[in-house]
C-alpha cells in the first residue's frame, strides 16, 4: 500500500511520518510537495503535524489553499484514504473535510505529553483492528488542540458516530481530567459521515516503536494497510 506525506512549508512531522511507514510499517511512501497536484498513484494520504506556513492567520488556514489539497478533497470524494494528524487535522478542518474548528487550548499553554484516548469506533478503515473501547497511549503536542463544534452538529457528529477518539484515563474513564486542552466531550479524533477521512491530535507515528514508549499507533496504520489489501 502506497503512502503520500504532505510537505507544507513549517511541515516538522513528516519525516516522521515517512519514517513509521517505510521503515516501521514496510510500506511504500513518498513526500508530496504543497504545490503539486499529482498524489502520484497513492492509496492513502497523511497530512502531518507541524506549524504549516507558520500557522500564520490561524492554523491550518493557509494551507487550506495549497494546490495539493484540491487534489487531496478530489482524492478523499473517490473514497480514498486521509490521515490528518494535529496540525493536519486542523487542515482538514479549514479545508471543508472534516466538521468544526480548534481553538486554543483552555490552558493558553502548548501542550506536550503522552495521553490516553479510548476508540469509540472500530468500524472504520483506521481503526479496523482495534476494538470499541480499546484504550491507546499516544502523544500529544500542540497549542490548539480545543476541538469545537455547536451542539447541534455535534449532535449529528455523536449520532452518525464520526467521534473516533476520545481522551480518557489510562482505565479508559472520559473525564475532564483526562482532558489535556478542552476539546468539547474530551474528542481527540473524528472521521467524515463516509468513514474514510480521519482527524486527530494524537500523534500515531510517535508511538510506532518500543523506543519511543509506545507501539499503540501502529495498530492504526497496520488497521489502514488491512483494510485497502481486502478492498
Known amino acids: 500500500m502506497k503512502f503520500g506525506v504532505l510537505m507544507f512549508p513549517g511541515s516538522n512531522c513528516e519525516h516522521d511520518a515517512y519514517h513509521a511507514i517505510r521503515k516501521v510499517m514496510g510500506q511504500p511512501a513518498e513526500f508530496i510537495w504543497h504545490q503539486s497536484t499529482d498524489l502520484k498513484d497513492c492509496q492513502a494520504i497523511i497530512?502531518?503535524?507541524?506549524?504549516?506556513?507558520?500557522?500564520?492567520?490561524?492554523?491550518?488556514?493557509?494551507a487550506r489553499f495549497s494546490p495539493?489539497?484540491?487534489?487531496?478533497?478530489?482524492?478523499?470524494?473517490?473514497?480514498?484514504?486521509?490521515?490528518?494528524?494535529?496540525?493536519?487535522?486542523?487542515?482538514?478542518?479549514?479545508?471543508g473535510l472534516l466538521p468544526g474548528a480548534m481553538l486554543r487550548n483552555r490552558g493558553l499553554k502548548y501542550v506536550c505529553r503522552q495521553v490516553s484516548i479510548r476508540v469509540e469506533n472500530a468500524r472504520i478503515p483506521f481503526t479496523a483492528l482495534a476494538g470499541e473501547g480499546d484504550v491507546w497511549n499516544i502523544p500529544i503536542g500542540h497549542m490548539e488542540g480545543n476541538y469545537t463544534l455547536d451542539a447541534?452538529?455535534?449532535?449529528?457528529?455523536?449520532?452518525?458516530?464520526?467521534?473516533?477518539?476520545?481522551?480518557?484515563?489510562?482505565?479508559?474513564?472520559?473525564?475532564?481530567?483526562?482532558?489535556?486542552?478542552?476539546?468539547v466531550a474530551n474528542v481527540a479524533g473524528i472521521c467524515n459521515p463516509r468513514g474514510n477521512v480521519l482527524g486527530m491530535m494524537p500523534h500515531p507515528e510517535r508511538a510506532s516503536e518500543p523506543l519511543l514508549g509506545s507501539e499503540d499507533g501502529v495498530r492504526l496504520f497496520q488497521s489502514m494497510i488491512q483494510s485497502r489489501s481486502q478492498a
Do not use: H, K, W
Open 152 to 183: 447541534d452538529a455535534f449532535r449529528r457528529l455523536e449520532r452518525n458516530r464520526q467521534v473516533v477518539f476520545r481522551y480518557c484515563t489510562p482505565e479508559g474513564e472520559i473525564t475532564d481530567d483526562a482532558n489535556p486542552n478542552g476539546s
Open 68 to 95: 495539493v489539497m484540491g487534489a487531496v478533497r478530489q482524492f478523499a470524494d473517490r473514497g480514498g484514504l486521509v490521515l490528518g494528524i494535529c496540525n493536519g487535522f486542523q487542515i482538514l478542518l479549514e479545508s
Open 47 to 62: 497530512v502531518p503535524g507541524g506549524f504549516s506556513y507558520g500557522d500564520y492567520l490561524r492554523t491550518g488556514a493557509i
